[in-house]
């Protein structure tokens, strides 16, 4: 028998399922995590490389919504849970039963360790929504992309939710030309950086790049 707490999120998701809420008013994007260990990974944060978060929030304007009858002012939003695959399969469950239903385009699904079934098994539940696996740690990249023939998965580098979140969005952006746009207009930032940080190494050279850019 689930806790308590555990007991409350799943009816709470069942209970949203049945709402049959305009598209628009929903979140997009589910991020699921096996623990909240893995939010520095998922999100950012605490010596990480930028995660989901940044992508979502900071590059491509969507909104975390953590109200579900009460959608923030942007058009696309996204919402995060912990589901632990092994001592929460049941809200794990709920969660991959009901996303559909809930309005949900696209999950993102990270898990670390040498078992991190969350990505596999939320895929497995959720079908035929996509979802995008995030191995949290080395070690957990055969385990997230284990999948067999028939069970679709698909899966980023150790570590890389950012670029889960850039798919996921391209996904997205399939059905709405303002994320295709937003999409476009992000990657032209980094053409713009990398052609910046070239012309000032070319005519800077290497030391006075350095003196400019890395000495304090």
Not at 32 to 55: E, H, I, N
Not at 66 to 80: I, V
Not at 172 to 188: G, N
């Amino acid at each position: 028998m689930p806790a308590d707490s555990v007991q409350s999120l799943i009816d709470q998701l069942h209970e949203e399922a049945e709402m049959d809420r305009p598209n628009d008013l929903t979140p997009d994007v589910g991020i699921v995590m096996g623990s909240d260990s893995d939010l520095p990974t998922m999100a950012g944060g605490q010596g990480k490389r930028p995660g989901a978060y940044a992508a979502l929030a900071d590059e491509l304007g969507f909104e975390e919504q953590t109200d579900y009858t009460d959608a923030p002012e942007s058009r696309f939003t996204f919402e995060t849970f912990v589901c632990s695959a092994h001592r929460t399969p049941d809200l794990m469950y709920a969660y991959a039963e009901t996303a559909e239903d809930r309005g949900i385009d696209v999950i993102i699904a990270g898990a670390g360790g040498k078992s991190a079934d969350l990505p596999n098994m939320t895929a497995s539940i959720a079908y035929p929504l996509p979802v995008i696996g995030v191995p949290v740690q080395e070690k957990s990249v055969d385990s997230v992309i284990g999948m067999p023939q028939g069970a679709p998965l698909t899966a980023v580098d150790a570590g890389k939710s950012f670029n889960a979140a850039l798919s996921a969005v391209q996904i997205l952006a399939r059905q709405h030309d303002e994320l295709r746009d937003r999409l476009v207009s992000y990657h032209e930032g980094l053409q713009t950086d990398v052609g910046e940080a070239s012309r000032d190494l070319h005519e800077l050279g290497t030391p006075g790049f350095k003196r400019e850019y890395w000495d304090e």
